[in-house]
């Protein structure tokens, strides 16, 4: 219609995010190191079931903590596996019209509910210690020395594996450092089955399994904590949304910015969506280019989409909802 005020849009950074979600440089490196993950996942995953037994045959909680921790290395290990499979699976299907966010979400409720088994653990661990700790049982030092140290072993393994993956890949990178903070459950369970055995003290693994359930607590609760944020869909905890704001409206040949909204996608995924008005006789290119680098450069934002609209356009600063 003549006359009528010209909208457009436009998404900035879009080769990019398309390779996000259709097998970009961090897919190709996940599936590049996907037998990492599997091998990873078939070292603690085949263990665990060794070290539960161990823990029930010797009584220890030390033991049954490590258990813990270590099963929520498995759930880690999974979710990173099955990230990497899915996104492979997704370009290889472009099911983009149904899932045009790929299937990332996915890795946040998997956090979500291994957060709550986590955190059920930990609970479960320090109310168990505490009631020991009245009584002290009985419990079998040498069995909790060789379990614990086979654990050590199977999490250094483990972690050598996944390290040369670590670098190119977040999710490798991600599971290596869970498997590395398993390492401390290890430890201190073979701590307290050299002091048992060695001494006799038997409230010593008690102890030993209350502390490792107090040390995962505060991790499964803030792991709960940031999967709920991004399901929410809540700004990015490190990201001033008012500074943000001004930082674009402060380009040149920016007027004003409305109906701002920034999210997580997924770890280290994060999108925006903004209304542009631009000054009379601003550049549309000009404008779009300086906003790219703006968000790609300081603000470590490569999805946006933004739409732009002149001075004189009215209507869209009015949100329904």
């Known amino acids: 219609m003549a006359g009528a005020p010209r909208r457009e849009r436009l998404v900035i950074g879009h080769g990019h995010q398309h390779g996000h979600v259709h097998g970009g440089p961090s897919a190709r490196a996940g599936l590049r190191h996907r037998h990492r993950l599997v091998w990873a996942l078939v070292l603690v995953g085949g263990f665990l079931g060794v070290e539960l037994a161990a823990a029930v045959v010797s009584n220890s909680l030390a033991l049954g903590s490590d258990v813990g921790h270590m099963f929520g290395d498995v759930t880690g290990l999974a979710l990173a596996l099955a990230a990497v499979q899915l996104a492979e699976r997704h370009a290889a299907r472009g099911d983009a019209g149904r899932h045009t966010f790929g299937l990332y979400r996915l890795e946040i409720i998997g956090a979500f509910v291994n957060s709550l088994l986590l955190v059920g653990v930990a609970v479960w661990l320090v109310v168990e210690a505490v009631s020991r700790l009245g009584e002290p049982p009985q ?31 977040l999710n490798v990178k991600a599971a290596s450092v869970e498997v590395l903070a398993d390492l401390v459950g290890s430890v201190a369970a073979l701590a307290a089955g050299v002091a048992v055995w060695s001494t006799g003290a038997h409230w010593v693994d008690a102890a030993v399994g209350g502390l490792v359930g107090l040390w995962i607590l505060p991790r499964a609760v803030g792991l709960g904590r940031q999967a709920t944020r991004i399901l929410l869909q809540s700004a990015p905890g490190h990201l001033d949304v008012a500074e943000l704001q001004r930082s674009l409206e ?56 933004l739409q732009v609209e002149p001075a004189d356009h009215e209507g869209c600063d009015q949100v329904g909802w």
Request: aromatic share 4%.
């Open 139 to 169: 419990v079998m030092g040498g069995w909790m020395v060789v379990a614990a140290a086979g654990g050590l072993v199977v999490n250094v393994a483990a972690f050598l594996v996944l390290r040369p993956g670590a670098a190119e890949s």
């Open 250 to 305: 402060g380009l040149e040949g920016v007027r004003e910015v409305h109906d701002l909204h920034v999210w997580t996608l997924t770890s280290e995924m994060e999108s925006l969506s903004a209304h542009l008005v631009l000054d009379e006789g601003a550049e549309l290119h000009d404008v779009l280019d300086r906003a790219r680098d703006l968000l790609r450069g300081e603000w470590g934002i490569a999805h946006a989409t």
